[in-house]
């Protein structure tokens, strides 16, 4: 039986796993997401992360940031998966608690990515440049 980090997803014409940490905040890092709106942005990208496919890890929202561990397709740009989880999110918050029309816009144009996978940088790097491939 194999491990669930051990699960690679296939696709037309390759096997592979695209998994991405992203972090981003509110815009000034005002303290928003709080109460009823984190409730709300969860739900929201839980419906998001379904419609396009994508399978989120973990997530922890905190007043101020946003931490978004996300399995997504390999042919899936990593701004426009961050584009999605704001734009959705902006659109709809605002609308629903009119408090978050106060701020210019809801997210800072900024943020954080780093991708993961199941093997480390450092892994991969010494089984290239083993000696036992030449």
Known sequence: MRKESQKYNHY???????????VFCPKRRKKVLVGEIR???????????SEKGWHIRALEIAPDHVHLFLEI?????IHLVVKAFKGRASKYLRQEFPSLRKLPSLWSRSYFFCTAGNASAEAIQNYINDPHHW
């Open 39 to 49: 409730d709300r942005l969860f739900e929201l990208w839980q419906a998001l992360s």
């Open 73 to 77: 397709k390999p042919t899936d740009p």
């Open 12 to 22: 037309n014409h390759g096997v592979g796993l695209a998994i991405v940490h992203l």
